[in-house]
């Protein structure tokens, strides 16, 4: 059995890092990254909070919305700075920064 997922797709833009390890990956996010992390924390939150029927859920109702808007945005903000830096998205900025070092 083929376990090496990299033979199914090859990358289209050059590649900085074929496995990059946790702590690249997450510095690497950009602003549009931060920006759609906030984002879709703030829908959370808010969505949380309208779902709230009772006055008194609506606190614990925000929280938990908020906590799975912040772990769904952290995770495609993850999954854009890996994939810029495996090569599967347009990575000019990555390229350029990593050249250098």
Do not use: C, H, W
């Not at 959370?44 to 779902?51: A, D, K, Q």
């Not at 994939?83 to 990555?94: I, V």
């Amino acid at each position: 059995m083929n376990t090496d997922i990299t033979a199914a797709v090859k990358p289209e833009y050059p590649v900085v890092d074929r496995n990059p390890p946790f702590t690249k990956t997450v510095a690497n996010f950009n602003t549009l990254d931060y920006l759609r992390l906030f984002t879709i924390t703030s829908v959370s939150v808010t969505v949380g909070y309208l779902s709230g029927i009772k006055p008194n859920v609506r606190g614990p109702s925000m929280v938990t919305g908020g906590l799975i808007g912040f772990m769904g945005g952290f995770m495609y903000a993850y999954q854009n700075s890996a994939g810029r830096l495996m090569g599967f998205f347009p990575n000019e900025g990555e390229v350029a920064r990593y050249k250098k070092a």
